[in-house]
């Protein structure tokens, strides 16, 4: 199975620092989770801050492919 972002959703898990980058939310809002499907595994799902969702070139992609998932997260 391929590896990429599969899907990208509001900011709702039990997460509260980036996954990208340990930082905790109070520090940086946390946006969205990012659902992975990597190899070995059915899902993976990452909470990221706004930064790290404009950043990542998959998200990017997913995003620029999916518009209405594009509006969905949380930004500040």
Known sequence: MKSGVVRVVP????RNA???HGVAAGRTPLVADVVLCAAGSDHV???????RL???????GRL??????AAA????
């Open 11 to 14: 900011h709702a898990n039990a």
């Open 73 to 76: 997260p949380n930004r500040p």
């Open 54 to 60: 404009e950043e990542n070139p998959d998200a990017v």
């Open 45 to 51: 799902e990452w909470a990221v801050c706004a930064r």
């Open 64 to 69: 620029r492919e999916h518009p209405a998932e």
């Open 18 to 20: 980036c996954s990208a």
